[in-house]
Antibody, heavy 122, light 107 residues
Framework: QVQLVESGGGVVQPGRSLRLSCAAS????????MHWVRQAPGKGLEWVAV????????YYADSVKGRFTISRDNSQYTLYLQMNSLRAEDTAVYYC???????????????WGQGTLVTVSS | EIVMTQSPVTLSVSPGERATLSCRAS??????LAWYQQKPGQAPRLLIY???TRATGVPARFSGSGSGTDFTLTISSLQSEDFAVYYC?????????FGQGTKLEIK
């Protein structure tokens, strides 16, 4: 059974940093592309970033490029999102999600974590 | 960036009836479309990919159709657990973009 568990969310002031983690189980993590997708309160879904199975490829939404960094530790079955220079508009529930493809990214998501809330406010 | 437009925003249907949800892409996306269901306080769940392929464990009452720019999600006989928000997502063109969602509510 696939399980993705996010952690690290909280309240942070504008301009500060936060690191999210996503612990995976029930999957062959090293064979899975992984994404972060966010959802602002009461709003729709926005894709944030993706990392390939081996960490060799990383892509970001324009809204976070240069501020957020996605990474992974396959030995620990863990995905990360380092968020710097946070803004009010980054306030959202952040979900980690598994790409449906294996080695080849397909950019749709067959498993999701329960999400972690990030609130950027002074 | 491809814009995905879902209609209607809210759909009121009685249990046991059929629900039809629409999704339109601003340009052709072939069959690179997924549908997700999201219940309050929960993460989205993949229902359909490739416009018409049901994901693992998804009941047969859910079906998807369409190609190019116009797509439909049909729920043939609504159960109480089907009332939720549904999102479409294109993955033909980077970055994958979502529609704004259709809320399916009990009539």
């Amino acid at each position: 059974q696939v399980q993705l568990v996010e952690s690290g969310g909280g309240v942070v002031q504008p301009g500060r940093s936060l690191r999210l983690s996503c612990a995976a189980s029930g999957i062959t993590f090293s064979m899975s592309g992984m994404h972060w997708v966010r959802q602002a309160p009461g709003k729709g879904l926005e894709w944030v970033a993706v990392i390939s199975h081996d960490g060799g490829d990383k892509y970001y939404a324009d809204s976070v490029k240069g501020r957020f960094t996605i990474s992974r530790d396959n030995s620990q079955y863990t995905l990360y999102l380092q968020m710097n220079s946070l803004r009010a508009e980054d306030t959202a529930v952040y979900y980690c999600a598994k790409d449906h493809g294996g080695y080849f990214l397909r950019y749709y998501f067959d498993s999701w974590g329960q999400g972690t809330l990030v609130t950027v406010s002074s | 960036e491809i814009v995905m437009t879902q209609s209607p925003v809210t759909l009121s249907v009685s249990p046991g009836e059929r629900a039809t949800l629409s999704c339109r892409a601003s340009q052709s996306i072939s069959s690179k479309l997924a549908w997700y269901q999201q219940k309050p306080g929960q993460a989205p769940r993949l229902l359909i990919y490739g416009a018409s392929t049901r994901a693992t464990g998804v009941p047969a009452r859910f079906s998807g159709s369409g190609s190019g720019t116009d797509f439909t999600l049909t729920i043939s006989s609504l159960q109480s657990e089907d009332f939720a928000v549904y999102y479409c997502q294109q993955y033909d063109n980077w970055p994958g973009t979502f529609g704004q969602g259709t809320k399916l509510e009990i009539k």
